[in-house]
């Protein structure tokens, strides 16, 4: 029996899939990899849904989904993201990778993580000081 899914799910995920995957990608080298946790964790998110749209941010519970997808994926050929974490905090590098590397402005960033924008913008503004008081201290 194939179920179907929610007319709003369906929605939601040709909104986002294709973030996700090139979010995915910066974490984990190998595509067919990348691709592949992005799709677990819409598969996660669909037989939620309905849970997921009474949260106060159905994003960022989605969001979160993607990320512990991410972070359970075997070590392999070290990312931008990996190097980035070492230097920031997850939730910082993250937000430095959507703007910087996948060109997405503080609000398209606020939509697909369901964080508020203000926190947006102060997470950018305090990792690039930080990045930049690193690179300081190596040069």
């Not at 939730?91 to 060109?103: F, N, Q, R």
Request: net charge positive; hydrophobic share 45%; with cysteine.
């Amino acid at each position: 029996m194939v179920r179907e899914l929610a007319p709003a799910f369906t929605a939601y995920c040709a909104l986002q899939a294709e973030a996700y995957r090139r979010f995915a990608r910066l974490h984990i080298a190998d595509r067919e990899r990348a691709d592949a946790a992005v799709e677990r964790c819409l598969a996660e998110a669909a037989t939620a849904w309905h849970h997921i749209l009474s949260s106060p941010r159905p994003a960022a519970a989605v969001w979160q989904i993607l990320t512990r997808h991410l972070a359970n994926q075997p070590p392999g050929t070290a990312t931008l993201a990996h190097v980035l974490r070492v230097r920031v905090a997850a939730p910082t590098a993250d937000i430095l990778l959507l703007h910087h590397v996948l060109h997405l402005s503080p609000a398209q960033i606020a939509d697909l993580t369901g964080t508020d924008p203000a926190t947006i913008t102060c997470r950018l503004r305090a990792g690039q000081r930080s990045l930049a008081t690193t690179a300081a201290r190596t040069s």
